[in-house]
């Protein structure tokens, strides 16, 4: 027995074959299709998963609605907090101010307080 040597070299097919050069050598075939019944169970559940993630995501941006109204409500406290508190500090420097002030020191008590009808 003796043995051949095999030798491989790339060869070029015909375009008259029936695979050309680009094209995949195996192709795959369905095994069984889905019914006209399963396919409106499928699309009717897809549209039920995509319907519940929205609602997902209206109640999430609704609660942070509520938390971002209660900060903003909060905010506008304490800046009305702040504006009285800026009001008071400014009446008493004022009030002190005016008791140590040269005009103040300068006064004179009245003599007689009479009430006038």
């Known amino acids: 027995m003796t043995a051949k040597r095999l030798s491989f070299t790339p060869t070029r097919h015909q375009n008259n074959s029936m695979f050309t050069r680009g094209q995949n050598l195996t192709s795959f075939e369905a095994r069984g299709k889905i019914g006209p019944v399963f396919s409106v169970i499928l699309i009717v559940g897809l549209i039920a998963v995509l319907s519940v993630m929205y609602l997902f995501q209206i109640t999430k941006s609704t609660s942070y609605s509520y938390v971002l ?35 103040a020191a300068s006064m004179t008590t009245p003599a007689t307080i009479e009430q006038v009808n």
Not at 76 to 102: G, K
């Open 69 to 103: 109204d209660s900060i903003e409500t909060e905010k506008a406290e304490l800046l009305a907090e702040s504006e009285d508190l800026r009001n008071e500090n400014a009446r008493l420097q004022s009030a002190q101010a005016t008791a140590n002030s040269n005009v």
